[in-house]
Protein backbone atom coordinates (compact mmCIF):
# COMPACT_ATOMS: atom_id res chain seq x y z
CA UNK A 1 0.00 0.00 0.00
CA UNK A 2 1.07 3.46 -1.07
CA UNK A 3 1.01 5.61 2.32
CA UNK A 4 2.71 8.84 0.19
CA UNK A 5 -0.75 10.93 0.85
CA UNK A 6 -0.30 9.75 5.13
CA UNK A 7 3.17 11.67 5.00
CA UNK A 8 1.75 14.30 2.64
CA UNK A 9 -1.16 15.07 5.43
CA UNK A 10 1.11 14.54 8.58
CA UNK A 11 3.65 17.29 6.90
CA UNK A 12 1.04 19.81 7.17
CA UNK A 13 1.06 19.96 10.83
CA UNK A 14 5.04 21.53 11.61
CA UNK A 15 3.86 23.49 8.42
CA UNK A 16 0.83 25.47 9.65
CA UNK A 17 2.38 25.77 13.17
CA UNK A 18 4.89 27.39 11.24
CA UNK A 19 2.65 29.85 9.67
CA UNK A 20 0.76 30.15 12.83
CA UNK A 21 4.23 31.14 15.03
CA UNK A 22 5.35 34.01 12.22
CA UNK A 23 1.93 35.23 11.38
CA UNK A 24 2.07 38.76 11.88
CA UNK A 25 -1.82 39.63 11.94
CA UNK A 26 -3.76 37.85 14.91
CA UNK A 27 -6.92 37.76 13.17
CA UNK A 28 -5.26 36.02 10.53
CA UNK A 29 -2.81 33.59 13.13
CA UNK A 30 -6.76 32.67 14.41
CA UNK A 31 -7.24 31.66 11.16
CA UNK A 32 -4.47 29.45 10.50
CA UNK A 33 -4.74 28.06 14.25
CA UNK A 34 -8.33 26.54 13.40
CA UNK A 35 -6.50 25.30 10.22
CA UNK A 36 -4.00 23.07 12.39
CA UNK A 37 -6.27 21.94 14.41
CA UNK A 38 -8.40 20.68 11.42
CA UNK A 39 -5.28 18.60 10.07
CA UNK A 40 -4.35 17.60 13.67
CA UNK A 41 -7.99 16.47 13.77
CA UNK A 42 -7.12 14.46 10.28
CA UNK A 43 -4.11 13.43 10.78
CA UNK A 44 -5.33 11.42 14.26
CA UNK A 45 -8.79 10.27 12.29
CA UNK A 46 -6.05 8.66 9.47
CA UNK A 47 -3.96 6.96 11.75
CA UNK A 48 -7.05 5.50 13.46
CA UNK A 49 -7.86 7.58 16.66
CA UNK A 50 -11.03 8.59 16.28
CA UNK A 51 -11.61 9.53 19.51
CA UNK A 52 -8.30 11.75 19.62
CA UNK A 53 -9.42 13.43 16.84
CA UNK A 54 -12.96 14.27 17.42
CA UNK A 55 -11.53 15.86 20.95
CA UNK A 56 -9.21 17.67 19.01
CA UNK A 57 -11.57 18.99 16.78
CA UNK A 58 -14.48 20.06 19.40
CA UNK A 59 -12.63 21.14 22.17
CA UNK A 60 -8.81 21.65 21.24
CA UNK A 61 -9.88 23.64 18.22
CA UNK A 62 -12.54 25.23 18.57
CA UNK A 63 -12.16 26.12 22.76
CA UNK A 64 -9.29 27.18 22.13
CA UNK A 65 -10.02 29.29 18.54
CA UNK A 66 -13.01 31.06 21.07
CA UNK A 67 -10.55 31.95 23.76
CA UNK A 68 -8.22 33.12 21.45
CA UNK A 69 -10.58 35.33 19.87
CA UNK A 70 -11.84 37.00 22.85
CA UNK A 71 -8.10 37.61 24.19
CA UNK A 72 -7.04 39.29 20.81
CA UNK A 73 -10.25 41.25 20.11
CA UNK A 74 -9.96 42.66 24.36
CA UNK A 75 -5.89 43.05 24.30
CA UNK A 76 -5.19 44.92 21.08
CA UNK A 77 -6.72 48.24 21.83
CA UNK A 78 -5.07 51.36 22.74
CA UNK A 79 -7.16 53.67 25.26
CA UNK A 80 -6.63 56.82 24.46
CA UNK A 81 -7.87 59.40 27.14
CA UNK A 82 -9.09 63.17 26.44
CA UNK A 83 -11.21 65.69 28.21
CA UNK A 84 -14.41 65.49 27.81
CA UNK A 85 -14.52 69.21 26.39
CA UNK A 86 -11.62 68.65 24.07
CA UNK A 87 -14.18 65.45 22.25
CA UNK A 88 -13.70 65.96 18.66
CA UNK A 89 -16.12 67.78 17.18
CA UNK A 90 -16.73 69.59 14.32
CA UNK A 91 -15.25 73.49 15.12
CA UNK A 92 -11.87 71.16 16.50
CA UNK A 93 -10.33 70.48 13.45
CA UNK A 94 -7.34 70.13 14.75
CA UNK A 95 -7.78 67.00 17.31
CA UNK A 96 -9.77 65.00 14.83
CA UNK A 97 -6.90 65.33 12.66
CA UNK A 98 -4.76 64.11 15.44
CA UNK A 99 -7.18 61.25 16.04
CA UNK A 100 -7.20 60.12 12.61
CA UNK A 101 -3.65 59.74 12.37
CA UNK A 102 -3.64 58.06 15.58
CA UNK A 103 -6.18 55.70 13.89
CA UNK A 104 -4.49 54.99 10.78
CA UNK A 105 -1.04 54.48 13.08
CA UNK A 106 -2.59 51.83 15.10
CA UNK A 107 -4.75 50.46 12.44
CA UNK A 108 -1.28 49.24 11.07
CA UNK A 109 -0.42 47.69 14.15
CA UNK A 110 -3.82 45.97 14.24
CA UNK A 111 -4.92 47.92 17.42
CA UNK A 112 -8.23 49.41 17.83
CA UNK A 113 -8.20 53.02 19.16
CA UNK A 114 -10.72 54.05 22.22
CA UNK A 115 -11.26 57.34 22.90
CA UNK A 116 -12.33 57.67 26.71
CA UNK A 117 -13.41 61.04 28.02
CA UNK A 118 -12.16 62.45 31.24
CA UNK A 119 -14.48 65.67 33.04
CA UNK A 120 -11.09 67.57 33.95
CA UNK A 121 -7.28 67.17 34.12
CA UNK A 122 -6.95 65.87 37.56
CA UNK A 123 -9.20 62.30 36.51
CA UNK A 124 -7.25 62.07 33.38
CA UNK A 125 -4.06 62.02 35.14
CA UNK A 126 -5.14 59.46 37.88
CA UNK A 127 -6.69 57.23 34.71
CA UNK A 128 -2.87 57.57 33.43
CA UNK A 129 -1.44 56.32 36.88
CA UNK A 130 -3.92 53.66 37.48
CA UNK A 131 -2.81 52.17 34.09
CA UNK A 132 -6.72 52.19 33.24
CA UNK A 133 -5.58 54.33 30.12
CA UNK A 134 -2.86 53.84 27.89
CA UNK A 135 -2.30 57.53 27.10
CA UNK A 136 -3.38 60.82 27.37
CA UNK A 137 -4.13 63.54 25.19
CA UNK A 138 -4.76 67.00 26.35
CA UNK A 139 -4.54 70.79 25.31
CA UNK A 140 -1.78 72.47 26.43
CA UNK A 141 -2.46 75.77 29.08
CA UNK A 142 0.26 78.13 26.34
CA UNK A 143 0.65 76.23 23.21
CA UNK A 144 4.12 77.11 21.57
CA UNK A 145 4.37 74.87 18.35
CA UNK A 146 2.18 71.83 19.55
CA UNK A 147 -1.50 72.78 20.79
CA UNK A 148 -1.98 69.41 22.41
CA UNK A 149 0.22 67.11 24.64
CA UNK A 150 -0.24 63.28 24.23
CA UNK A 151 1.78 61.58 27.09
CA UNK A 152 2.01 57.77 26.97
CA UNK A 153 3.00 54.79 29.54
CA UNK A 154 3.69 51.64 27.54
CA UNK A 155 7.15 52.22 25.85
CA UNK A 156 6.53 50.25 22.72
CA UNK A 157 3.17 52.20 22.00
CA UNK A 158 5.62 55.44 22.61
CA UNK A 159 8.26 54.12 20.21
CA UNK A 160 5.41 53.23 17.64
CA UNK A 161 4.06 57.18 17.83
CA UNK A 162 7.66 58.69 17.86
CA UNK A 163 8.32 57.08 14.80
CA UNK A 164 5.66 57.38 12.94
CA UNK A 165 3.59 60.36 13.98
CA UNK A 166 4.73 63.27 11.89
CA UNK A 167 1.90 65.79 13.69
CA UNK A 168 2.79 69.00 14.17
CA UNK A 169 -0.29 69.68 16.52
CA UNK A 170 1.07 67.53 19.22
CA UNK A 171 4.18 66.63 21.26
CA UNK A 172 4.71 63.51 22.57
CA UNK A 173 6.07 62.04 26.08
CA UNK A 174 7.01 58.88 28.08
CA UNK A 175 5.88 58.66 31.72
CA UNK A 176 7.79 55.72 32.81
CA UNK A 177 5.48 54.36 36.15
CA UNK A 178 7.32 52.56 38.72
CA UNK A 179 5.63 48.64 38.78
CA UNK A 180 4.30 47.86 42.09
CA UNK A 181 5.28 44.29 43.15
CA UNK A 182 4.37 42.39 45.92
CA UNK A 183 7.51 40.73 48.04
CA UNK A 184 6.47 37.72 49.57
Known amino acids: MNDSYLYAIIL??????????????????????????AVSALVYAVLGAADVALTEALVGTMLAITLYAIAVRSSLVLRLGILREDEPEAENLDLKRLIADLHS???????????????DRHALQQALWKKEIHATCSRLCQPEEARYETTIRVEYLYEILKTELSSPITSLSYLNLPTLEEKH
Open 12 to 37: LMPLTAFMVIFQANPYHALVIRGILG
Open 105 to 119: ITSKKHLRLELVPYE
